[in-house]
């Protein structure tokens, strides 16, 4: 294992890092009036609405916090093309820490379906602090300041778009990938992760309360949806795509208190994932949004890179 990144120092506090993740993550992630759309039968027309509320909260298309306003200064405000004419907002964030080596693996990150990037920057505040590495946080199209509207085929060139990105920057060319997919964002992830397992820079895979599929998610929360379903046309089928993965590391964050993605969807992804390297963990009071404010959580992160994604 080589120049894995050092603990902590022992004054780090991880829950007053948090808190301030929690104050932007009270986002919802399926709003409640769409699903009683999806259950009077109108899921075919309106479903992109509900499924990518991107204008949730208000003021989610415009106002984009910055790094700087968490005082992380060494970045990069990008503006990223797509292979079908969309331009995706992303920041390229570099470790704070100048006194540190070089970086080893840039974090790709995708966030959950309501919000933006700059909702997250608290996220990448501890992990770059933490583990030494680049991260780049991707919005989807239709998201904050990104041009297109979102749908599930959109936002696959999307992630695809991401990962060459780093693949073609000098700067991160040489580096080790570890994608990170919060909710939808780890359906994302898991899609992105099967199509790109064979070249072998991908290092390893976060999954935060994810589901097995959009179908299978909403009848869970919302029984009255279940006969309407057949008209969904965004599958993000997570339950068929994650076996595929064979050669990447995977880390399973599950919130058992997850009031959205019932927290057996994550328990049977992690049963029937057939990666080499699987690692399971669970923070027992984390609820859908707040999971990354439990205890635990960002240390779990951390022990799953110095023993899996930096262990060479």
Known sequence: MSDSPPPPPPSWNFTSMASNVVQFLRLPVLASSGLAVLASGMLYFKQNEIIYPRNVPLGSRTDVPKPSDFGMHDYEDLRIPTPDGE??????????????????????????????????????????????????MLEYRGYGQSTGTPDEQGLKVDAQTGLDYIRQRAETSDTKVLIYGQSIGGAVAIDLTAKNQQRGDIAGLILENTFLSVKKMIPS????????????????????????????????????????????????????????????????????????????????????????????
């Not at 470790?95 to 966030?111: A, D």
């Open 87 to 136: 331009s995706l907002a992303a920041l390229f964030i570099r470790p704070s820490n100048k006194r540190r080596s070089k970086p080893k693996f840039t974090m790709l990150m995708f966030h959950g379906n309501a919000g933006n990037i700059g909702h997250r920057l608290p996220i990448a505040q501890v992990l770059e602090e933490t583990l030494n590495c680049n991260i780049l």
């Open 221 to 312: 929360v919302f029984p009255a949806a279940k006969y309407v379903t057949r008209l969904c046309h965004q599958y993000w089928a997570s339950e068929d795509t994650l076996p595929k993965i064979t050669k990447v590391p995977i880390l399973f964050l599950s919130g058992l208190k997850d009031e959205i993605v019932p927290p057996d969807h994550m328990a049977q992804l992690f049963s029937m994932c057939r990666a080499s390297t699987k690692v399971w963990r669970t923070l027992p009071n984390g609820q859908h949004n707040d999971t990354v404010a439990e205890p635990g959580y960002f240390e779990y992160i951390q022990s799953f890179v110095v023993d899996h994604v930096m262990d060479d």
